[in-house]
């Protein structure tokens, strides 16, 4: 497919010149790795908008939710690291930085430095890797950078490099990628945890330039190699942190067990529909830390947009979307960064729900409100909210 793309965007007479000229060479020489990583070697991607087929939702996408991902492990990373870390600048002195495990594929980091103290150095991380951020919020610990493309997935045959001198834009990977790191306060500590995801450019048919983005699974692997590099700027030296990511990973290594709740009993049996009179409500066989971390991750791979939380009430403040739609999915075409276009499928902006986590004792529910705290009425609001809670569900497997 990214053959295709590639075959696509080459069309026209000053391309088609530049490839005779260049048919006389017989031979190409391999692709790079294509898991390697640069983003800055890229200039700044257009912004990415609603194709005319979906739905925009009228509040801000400043919070955007993950699709939900396919099936990945973290058996590929050894092979995947990437080369040099970034500039670290000046660093504060961190007497631990450790890594836990968090569900499936997923690392959670934890440094001995408050939150205040962390964020700036997580901020100032992103930029030297060269992103800018849709989303800045120190207040409620999120940072989200702009979609980007890794120019290091582009394949470096001779004819890209060739002709890449001159027209560098011309070549694309046919994919972009966005990260989200959300900065929790653990005492005197920080949890920083960061999230993928991708979209990927797909030929509408085969015999025109006419393109669409689509979402495509997101990357345990890249999140990884993120966390090691962000590992280094809290002082941990480049061996020390390839041990801890190669400890993270081996599932019966000490921290294996990380995925799994308090007393070792998987994630998957872990999460309970309930079903009364009042509505249904998700049990959870762990601790309200616990519990915020996994359904605030579960909330970012299963298709909601987060517009704000709460953690000392427990509240995330959400707006519920098919997962099966991609609100803020680039746009069709290759002239796709010159024009917008928008059209509401339905009319109707997606609703605002209050997601309320409660604490008992060493477990916790999660029960779904209207914006002010009323239980939902009615059969269909009902029906929508069982329906958020299975999503919920399933993201916790």
């Known amino acids: 497919m990214r053959s295709a793309l590639l075959s696509a965007r080459l069309r026209g007479g000053a391309i088609l010149l530049a490839v005779c000229a260049l048919s006389a060479c017989s031979s190409f020489e391999a692709l790079n ?44 990373f050894q092979a995947s690291r990437a080369g040099p870390g970034v500039d670290r600048g000046v660093m504060p002195t961190v007497t631990g930085a450790r890594l836990e495990k968090e569900g499936s594929g997923r ?37 989200e950078t702009e979609w980007a493309e890794n120019r290091a997935r582009i394949p470096q045959d001779f004819l890209r490099r060739t002709i890449g001198r001159v027209v560098d834009g011309l070549y694309s990977s046919g994919e972009r990628d966005k990260y989200r790191t959300r900065l929790d306060a653990r005492g005197n500590a920080t949890e920083i945890l960061i999230s993928h995801r991708g979209m990927q450019e797909v030929l509408i048919d085969r015999d025109s330039i006419r393109t669409q983005w689509q979402p495509r699974p997101s990357e345990p692997e890249l999140e990884i190699e993120f966390t090691r590099r962000l590992l280094l700027q809290f002082g941990d030296s480049a061996s020390q942190a390839d041990e801890k990511i190669a400890q993270a990973a081996n599932p019966r290594g000490p921290m294996g067990s990380r995925a799994s709740g ?4 998987a994630l998957a049996s872990q999460a309970r529909l309930r079903r009364d009179a009042d509505g249904a409500s998700l049990e959870l066989a762990m601790n309200f830390d616990r519990a915020w971390r996994q359904v605030g991750l579960a909330l970012e791979r299963g298709g909601f947009t987060v517009e704000d939380r709460d953690r000392s009430q427990g509240i995330f403040y959400v707006r519920y979307i098919d997962p099966g739609l991609d609100r803020e999915a680039p746009q069709r075409g290759v002239l796709a960064g010159l024009t917008s276009m928008f059209r509401s499928a339905s009319g109707q902006a997606p609703k605002q729900y209050r997601m309320q986590l409660s604490a008992k004792d060493q477990s916790a529910s999660v029960d779904i409100f209207d914006p002010k705290g009323q239980r939902l009425k009615g059969d269909e609001a009902r029906l929508v909210a069982e329906s958020m809670l299975k999503l919920l569900q399933e993201q916790l497997r």
């Open 107 to 143: 690392v959670l980091l934890v440094v001995d430095l408050p939150i205040d103290k962390a964020w700036p150095i997580v901020k100032r991380f992103w930029q030297n890797n060269g992103f800018s951020f849709t989303v800045d919020r120190s207040d409620i610990g999120i940072l």
């Open 262 to 265: 308090q007393d070792g009993t």
């Open 33 to 76: 790795d294509l898991n390697k990583v640069d983003y800055k070697g890229a200039s700044k991607a257009p912004s990415l908008e609603v194709p005319p087929d979906l739905v925009r939702p009228g509040v801000s996408d400043r919070y955007t939710a993950f699709d939900r991902p396919a099936d990945r492990t973290l058996s590929g």
